[in-house]
């Protein structure tokens, strides 16, 4: 992440590491101290203006990247819910939004595909 500077960083590394996952930009913007509008003005200027994802979208694949990696240790569905403190049905729409597969498939999913869900929001055209 040593290309991510600044608050960008503090954000992206707040998400990352929160628990229970980071959902929304309000939480996000509670858990590193901020207005929301200043963390979206942030994201924004780095990643929108270049054609990069809006912010929620990289909350939800970051969500969806943790959810197949819960799921690769062997967890169940319920575990892996549970685990990431969402019910049934957000996880249920969040696999099938990230990755096209059911919350029982979610094992098959790899770590490379997952991790894409994540990238794919943060690369930016130049």
């Known amino acids: 992440m040593n290309h991510i500077r600044g608050k960008l ?4 590394e707040a998400a990352i590491t929160a628990y229970p996952p980071v959902r929304t930009t309000k939480r996000l913007a509670t858990l590193v101290d901020r207005k929301e509008s200043a963390v979206r003005d942030v994201w924004s200027h780095r990643f929108r203006s270049k054609g990069g994802g809006r912010l929620k979208e990289f909350l939800f694949a970051l969500l969806a990247y943790r959810a197949a990696a819960a799921a690769r240790r062997g ?52």
Not at 9 to 12: A, F
Not at 78 to 91: D, M, R
Not at 102 to 125: C, F, G, M, W, Y
């Open 9 to 12: 960083r503090e954000y992206v």
């Open 75 to 126: 967890t169940s569905p319920q575990e892996v819910a549970e685990e990431l403190g969402v019910g049934a049905a957000t996880l249920a729409r969040v696999t099938h939004r990230a990755f096209g597969v059911k919350p029982i498939n979610l094992s098959r999913v790899s770590s490379l595909r997952a991790l894409e869900a994540v990238t794919v929001v943060l690369a930016a055209r130049r």
